[in-house]
């Protein structure tokens, strides 16, 4: 079960990674230092192919009294950890009393903490399923998780978004569906592949969506 809750890819989490990367990306932008420009303690430069942060106000030349050297990955952690402390207030206001500081790193908060965080983010909700042979009639918005399955049954609502994430074990799941859910032309969901982990999307009862990984 741990190893599919890591794997927990959405197209809406997928979508909320790239735009939270892209806005720190832009917010990191490092143009080539130029001594006709005039610069504010935080922004970013390069020169002599290193990446500098302005520790002071400067114009003209270049005096390296005025910056720290740094690099893209460093300060992508440091704005990771200045978030830590939102995430840990979300996770608060949601009814989590088990993160002993608001330093914590957000890779060791609880299921529940993260689940939290992903619904205020307006990313759903997370169900665990358990058994082997679960039926799921979905509830627009929720990410079900499963473990390994010899048979699934979804049924998913005719207004919203559902996902449902498994792995098809040594033995293949044997999955059903509405007829009038559309798959991808190259999926086949009578014929699943053993040794596969499945996330499944469904929209609106009808459009549906493969992502497949190996177990």
Do not use: R
């Not at 207030?89 to 609880?110: E, F, H, K, M, R």
């Amino acid at each position: 079960m741990a190893q599919t809750k890591d794997k927990l890819i959405t197209a809406e989490s997928l979508k909320y990674v790239h735009d939270k990367l892209e806005s720190e990306i832009d917010n990191i932008n490092a143009p080539d230092f130029n001594s006709n420009e005039s610069y504010t303690a935080g922004q970013y430069v390069t020169h002599e192919n290193n990446v500098y942060q302005f520790t002071q106000a400067h114009t003209g030349a270049w005096d390296a009294s005025h910056v720290v050297q740094t690099d893209l990955i460093s300060e992508l952690s440091k704005a990771n950890d200045s978030k830590s402390n939102t995430f840990y207030g979300l996770a608060s206001a949601a009814g989590d009393a088990t993160q002993a500081s608001s330093n914590n790193p957000v890779g060791t908060y609880t299921d529940s903490a993260k689940q939290a965080i992903q619904s205020m983010l307006g990313m759903g909700t997370v169900e665990n399923v358990s058994g082997a042979t679960p039926t799921i009639t979905g509830v627009s918005g929720t990410h079900y998780v499963c473990g390994e399955l010899t048979s699934l049954s979804i049924t998913p609502p005719q207004v919203g978004t559902i996902d449902v994430l498994f792995t098809s074990g040594a033995t293949a799941t044997t999955l059903t569906l509405p007829n009038t859910v559309i798959m991808p032309d190259w999926f086949d969901a009578t014929a699943l592949e053993t040794g596969t982990i499945y996330e499944i999307m469904i929209t609106n009862g009808t459009y549906g969506m493969v992502m497949t990984w190996q177990a």
